[in-house]
């Protein structure tokens, strides 16, 4: 018979060490992926936390110190402290008046109409077209031109005398229409603008949502005998409820912000925003009043925080609103 020799004392103290390797390897890396799962998604977010903290969160806490002191034009740096000596001057200012019902005049004319005709589009293109690809690529179109561009071809279409829509007027015997001196007139003129550049954009969002709907609804609608209007009123949009939250949000903010299309809608630059500010608008009060006030920087920063607390408070109106909606559709 053979024999098994048993490993000796020395051989059986080498193996040892072996045998407990893999367990302490797998419990190693067990642990790693435990702790990559856990901080592995703060660490993926985290690098555009530090850019916003260096370019949007510090330059906001800075303006709002800055708010509170008084810093002169040909300051070297900041003054005493005035309180809210600055934000009174900006609430009280008449131009301040005027620019506050410019942009929501402005913001009523153009992101309203824009959501609502950026839906009726989604719906259009989320049917059977021919060529869906091409209408669907077609409506981004004005987003890529270049807002300088796009100022100008309706700079040249609303100018007071030789502009397009004031010729036809006048081909048609209709008094020409003061684009630039009359108030609502540029509003319109700028709002113009507005939904021109942002509709398609607004409709591809809302596209994408229509078109994670589930077909079968719209086929058990059509059994029930809805028609496209009914389907459209009970399915698509309560479908569609947080998106369009998102886009009327991002609209609103956008639209209280407005600044390119009013600055570029008039090259004066003497009359920024109208010879009576009839279109001038919060964002450009801010940039005017860092060039021209006697306290430029402490002012404008005050009437920052002022545009952006406005901001906010519509914000959280629409939330309330659109969540007191959810809440009674699903009662």
Do not use: C
Not at 218 to 224: G, K, L, P
Not at 283 to 299: G, H, L
């Amino acid at each position: 018979m053979l024999r098994t020799e048993e490993p000796t004392s020395a051989e059986g103290a080498k193996q040892a060490p072996s045998a407990g390797a893999a367990p302490s390897r797998m419990e190693w890396r067990d642990r790693l992926s435990r702790w990559d799962v856990k901080f592995s998604p703060y660490l993926y977010v985290l690098p555009f936390f530090l850019v916003f903290a260096v370019i949007g969160l510090y330059p906001m806490v800075y303006t709002g110190y800055l708010s509170f002191f008084s810093w002169p034009r040909f300051g070297s740096g900041h003054g005493p402290f005035v309180g809210l000596e600055n934000y009174a001057h900006v609430l009280t200012d008449a131009t301040f008046h005027k620019a506050f019902w410019n942009t929501f005049g402005i913001f009523l004319l153009s992101s309203v109409p824009q959501i609502m005709v950026a839906t009726v589009l989604a719906a259009l293109l989320d049917t059977q077209l021919k060529g869906r690809s091409w209408w669907r690529m077609s409506i981004l179109l004005p987003f890529v031109v270049a807002p300088a561009a796009a100022a100008l071809i309706f700079g040249a279409i609303f100018a007071d005398r030789t502009g397009l829509v004031n010729q036809w007027l006048d081909a048609v015997g209709l008094p020409m229409v003061p684009w630039h001196a009359d108030r609502f007139a540029s509003w319109t003129a700028i709002a113009t603008m507005v939904n021109w550049r942002w509709t398609g954009y607004n409709a591809l969002i809302v596209l994408a949502a229509m078109q994670a709907i589930p077909r079968d609804l719209y086929e058990a609608a059509d059994i029930d005998g809805a028609t496209k209007i009914r389907q459209f009123f009970h399915i698509t949009l309560p479908s569609i409820r947080p998106t369009m939250i998102f886009v009327i949000v991002t609209s609103t903010i956008g639209g209280l912000q407005i600044f390119t299309e009013p600055r570029l809608f008039d090259t004066n630059l003497r009359h920024q925003g109208g010879s009576d500010f009839q279109y001038q608008t919060l964002t450009m009060y801010v940039f005017n009043t860092a060039q021209t006030a006697t306290d430029p920087y402490p002012r404008a920063a005050a009437a920052a925080w002022i545009l952006f607390l406005i901001i906010v408070g519509i914000a959280l109106v629409n939330f309330l609103v659109t969540r007191a909606f959810q809440r009674r559709s699903l009662s």
